[in-house]
C-alpha cells in the first residue's frame, strides 16, 4: 500500500529550467551553474531549494535540452519571483562576465501540487524523511484524451496511474502537478507525474515506464 506524506504548501511550486550548452564550453558551464549560479538563486528569498540534473536520453527529439535545474519555490506568483530574480540577475553579473547567455534551447516551467507525496511503502517514506536527492529523477508529461474532463483525469492520475508506477520496482515516491500556464503553447502538457528512481538501471526502468504511457504523454529521465 502506497503510504501519504503531509499536505503540500499551497504557496509551494516547482520550477523546471531546461537548458544546453556547447560542447567545448561545458566544463566552464557546469561549474559556474553548480558554483555560482544555484547558489545565487538558492539565496533568493522565496526559492527554497535547487538541483541540477542530466538528461538520461538526450537529444531524442529537437527540443529536448541535456541540463534540468528543479527549484522548489514558495511565492504566490512564481513568475513574478522569476521576473524578480532576472532582474537582480542581470545587475550581479553585469561585471561578471555572461555565461547565462550561453545556454541553449531555454525551456521554463512552473509547476503547482496536487494532492502529497505518494511512496511506494512505509520503509521508503522513512528513508526518504532523511532528505538528499534521489539516484534519478523521471517525469510522465501528460494531458486528458479527448472527450475527458479534467477532473475526471485528475482523479485516475491519482488513484490509479500513479499507485501503478509505485509498484514498479526502483521507483520510491512520486508527485503530481499541474501547469500553472496551461496552453501556452499547442501540445505543451498540463499534467506531470515526478517520480524519484532508486534503481541502479533508471534507464531501463525509464523504458519499462514509457511503456505505460500512450499518445499525449512523454517520459524523460534525469540524472
Known amino acids: ?24 564550453i561545458e566544463t566552464e558551464f557546469n561549474e559556474w551553474y553548480n558554483k555560482t549560479h544555484i547558489p545565487d538563486l538558492t539565496a533568493t528569498p ?20 541535456l541540463y534540468m535545474a528543479l527549484y522548489t519555490v514558495e511565492w504566490d506568483d512564481p513568475w513574478a519571483l522569476l521576473r524578480k530574480v532576472a532582474q537582480v540577475d542581470d545587475l550581479k553579473r553585469a561585471a561578471q562576465g555572461r555565461m547565462i547567455d550561453c545556454l541553449q534551447a531555454r525551456l521554463l516551467s512552473a509547476w503547482q501540487p496536487l494532492g502529497v507525496r505518494r511512496y511506494a511503502s512505509a520503509q521508503l517514506q522513512k528513508a ?18 479527448e472527450g ?3 477532473s475526471d483525469f485528475e ?37 506531470m507525474a515526478l517520480l524519484a528512481v532508486e534503481s541502479k538501471d533508471p534507464a531501463g526502468l525509464l523504458d519499462k515506464i514509457a511503456g505505460t504511457v500512450s499518445a499525449g504523454k512523454e517520459v524523460q529521465g534525469l540524472q
Open 1 to 24: 500500500m502506497c503510504a501519504a506524506a503531509s499536505a503540500p504548501d499551497v504557496k509551494r511550486a516547482l520550477l523546471l529550467v531546461w537548458t544546453d550548452i556547447p560542447t567545448d
Open 46 to 65: 522565496g526559492i527554497l531549494s535547487g538541483q541540477r540534473y542530466k538528461n538520461l536520453r538526450p537529444h531524442l527529439a529537437p527540443d529536448e535540452p
Open 128 to 145: 526518504g524523511a532523511g532528505g538528499g536527492a534521489p539516484r534519478a529523477l523521471m517525469l510522465v508529461l501528460a494531458n486528458p484524451a
Open 148 to 150: 475527458v474532463s479534467d
Open 155 to 191: 482523479k485516475w492520475f491519482g488513484s490509479a496511474y500513479l499507485p501503478r508506477l509505485l509498484k514498479m520496482p526502483g521507483v520510491a515516491w512520486g508527485e503530481r502537478y499541474r501547469t500553472l500556464r496551461p496552453n501556452r503553447r499547442p501540445g505543451d502538457c498540463r499534467y
